[in-house]
């Protein structure tokens, strides 16, 4: 093993739908009648091979054709989580997509409990959730999603984001949804600056009063707003390989995280959808050190800014501090 992947690690930006393994989506296939194109998971792997944002979601949404009953979220969820334990990732906050699903007859306190049951049978690690939202589907549907999802809070629902179509869809109609989240004691993040430029993150800093951005990597193009992310301590979560298989940075040494952190920005190192972008989170950290310099002690550090930007109870965040300070791995 090598010494990142011995290292204890946080991860706060990872889509369950996206980092099922291969294995696990190649049962599903088989599951619902296989296809001839496919017939092996190496041929599977080969489907997520594609060069533009458009070429990603057009496989995003073909995969989750094969997630259709509450007891395949279970298993994937088992699955995900049991990998994730295995690359000694000890904290997640992780994305799951119910809206996509409650369009084909799925509930969307069945599929969140669902979720919770698989994450449960790996009691090693420990995951939260934070459901994303889809800007295409409209604030009035999601409004509806929103209430559903506050009937299964106590499954370990601690935050509401938003995904989709960042470039036709802005966020400004979303607002009054957001702060009922907030009044719901949710936690609020949305993915911005990927898709679109720096004015996509500014909506969501000002008609969402979001706590972290997902991704933010055009923020570079606006050194205002990177300012502004510096002095009030917005977190970025960042996802190098994702970026890079999308299309959106052409290439690993080019991603803005060695800029970002020089300027002292509060970021979290994430794989986003890992499966798809035959990445792991130790390969991101591998990245870091070999294309954009990053030293052990560097690494470490955005190990536990991973941890300053997440979620649970302050009290609780410490003792996760303390545990990867005193990991053997920790001074290696």
């Known amino acids: 093993m090598t010494w990142s992947s011995k290292l204890p690690k946080a991860e706060l930006h990872v889509h369950l739908e996206g980092a099922m393994p291969l294995g696990a989506l190649f049962d599903l296939i088989r599951k619902y009648g296989g296809d001839p194109s496919l017939p092996s998971v190496t041929e599977l792997a080969r489907r997520f091979e594609f060069e533009t944002f458009a070429q990603f979601i057009d496989a995003w949404s073909w995969k989750n054709r094969f997630l259709r009953e509450y007891e395949d979220f279970s298993h994937i969820a088992e699955l995900t989580a049991r990998d994730m334990a295995n690359q000694n990732i000890r904290y997640v906050e992780m994305f799951f997509s119910p809206s996509l699903f409650s369009r084909h007859g799925l509930e969307v306190q069945k599929l969140t409990q669902a979720v919770r049951l698989g994450l449960s049978r790996v009691p090693e690690i420990e995951i939260s959730l934070v459901a994303d939202l889809v800007r295409d589907y409209g604030p009035g549907s999601e409004m509806t999603t929103l209430e559903r999802l506050n009937e299964v809070k106590t499954e370990g629902l601690i935050g509401i984001g938003i995904g989709g179509s960042e470039y036709a869809y802005p966020l400004e109609p979303f607002k009054p949804l957001f702060e009922k989240a ?36 055009r923020a570079r193009e606006d050194p205002g707003l990177l300012d502004y992310l510096r002095e009030h301590r917005i977190p970025l979560e960042l996802c190098p390989m994702s970026n890079v298989s999308t299309g959106v940075v052409s290439a690993f040494a080019e991603h803005p995280i060695r800029e970002y952190f020089d300027r002292g920005l509060i970021i979290s190192v994430n794989t986003d959808d890992p499966t798809m972008f035959g990445t792991r989170l130790d390969k991101e950290y591998e990245g870091l050190v070999n294309e954009c310099g990053f030293t052990k002690n560097e690494i470490r550090r955005l190990s536990l800014l991973g941890i300053e930007s997440s979620w649970p109870s302050e009290d609780r965040k410490r003792l996760l501090k303390t545990n990867f300070e005193n990991d053997p791995s920790w001074v290696a």
């Open 182 to 217: 907030r009044r719901m004691g949710f936690h609020v993040n949305a993915h911005a600056g990927e898709a679109a430029g720096p004015e996509s993150i500014w909506q969501a800093i000002r008609h969402l009063q979001v706590e972290r951005i997902g991704h933010g990597i």
